[in-house]
């Protein structure tokens, strides 16, 4: 039996993975790949995706996401962590040990938990968003705003999460306009009228984005398509903000630990969950924050809760120093 099990290679995951090997407990960690629920658990997270991190400290300089995640690795993996490439399908979290499926079809046992299976960006679902991912593309305006000095930004979305992005975006774009597919925001009326009394905020209204434009390299316009009639035109810009909103890569844990009506892991105190021995870090439990250093912190707070959790486990017997 182990006495800790990592589910997660992003920030929080490695984070974890550091500091339970540190103290011993020889985790094994599982870095990802599609779970046969249908989530995509990626390697390494939605740092993967992200091309420059200028906001993670000690990285004056800046350092690009994947470099980010190798390091992080690559520490945790000088340790002692066990990196397994493979996924956790199926679980059994009805008693002690807790009882883990890998994608091989290996069934584990362990004292601990931590999942750390992140969070995926909703993106439009248009073919040339890829080809512009990172280069003008992105759904986080917090991680990237910062690169968009004295520009035009679109962002998508009509919910509280775009209106905040949005606000927040205003801090460098010369202007924002939100991109919404209907004549009236989702969003709280407190958010909306912000959002509205902005003067360097405008609305798209009724359109949908059908296409991303660039010249190969960057963004340059988007394409949009009235949803009343049908119609097209190209509006310049230099970004676009996907914020349509996240999904949790929870399936597997559905009817296994309570999880909230949005699907994130429902937290009890810091990192626990609703069942004992199962401990919860980074986007799979955080839908406010998003960031790779509060993924990292609550990797941190997890493995302690773990540590202390296994020392409990040794003093009364259940496990073996």
């Not at 979305?157 to 992005?165: L, R, S, W």
Request: charged share 25%.
């Amino acid at each position: 039996m182990h006495k800790v099990v990592i589910i997660g290679s992003g920030p929080a995951g490695q984070t974890a993975a550091i500091y339970t090997a540190r103290a011993r407990l020889k985790p094994i960690l599982f870095e990802g790949g599609f779970l046969s629920s249908g989530d995509l658990m990626s390697s390494g997270g939605q740092l993967m995706i992200t091309t420059e991190v200028e906001n993670f400290p000690g990285f004056p300089e800046g350092v690009t996401g994947p470099e980010l995640v190798e390091r992080t690795r690559e520490q945790a993996k000088k340790f002692g962590t066990e990196h397994r490439e493979d996924v956790i399908d199926e679980v059994d979290l009805s008693g002690f040990p807790l009882r883990l499926k890998t994608g091989a079809g290996e069934w584990i046992e362990t004292a601990t938990l931590i999942v750390a299976t992140g969070a995926n960006a909703k993106w439009l679902g248009i073919p040339s968003e890829q080809q512009y991912m990172n280069r003008g593309l992105s759904a986080c305006a917090t991680c990237d705003g910062a690169f968009f000095k004295d520009v035009h930004v679109l962002v998508v979305g009509g919910g509280d999460t775009a209106m905040e992005e949005a606000q927040f975006l205003t801090r460098y774009a010369s202007h924002v306009t939100l991109v919404h597919r209907r004549d009236s925001f989702r969003a709280s009326k407190i958010m909306t009228d912000r959002a509205l009394a902005n003067p360097k905020i405008s609305v798209e209204w009724n359109a949908v984005i059908d296409e991303v434009l660039g010249d190969g390299k960057r963004v340059t316009a988007a394409r949009l398509r009235s949803t009343v009639d049908g119609s097209t035109k190209d509006l310049a810009c230099e970004g676009i903000f996907v914020a349509i909103g996240h999904s949790p890569n929870t399936s597997v844990f559905k009817g296994h630990i309570d999880l909230r009506a949005d699907g994130y892991i429902d937290l009890k105190g810091f990192t626990g969950t609703s069942v004992k021995g199962v401990f919860a870090a980074g986007d799979v439990a955080d839908s406010r924050y998003r960031q790779a250093i509060t993924a990292a912190g609550m990797g941190c707070m997890a493995a302690i809760d773990a540590e202390k959790l296994v020392e409990e486990y040794e003093a009364n017997g259940l496990l073996e120093h």
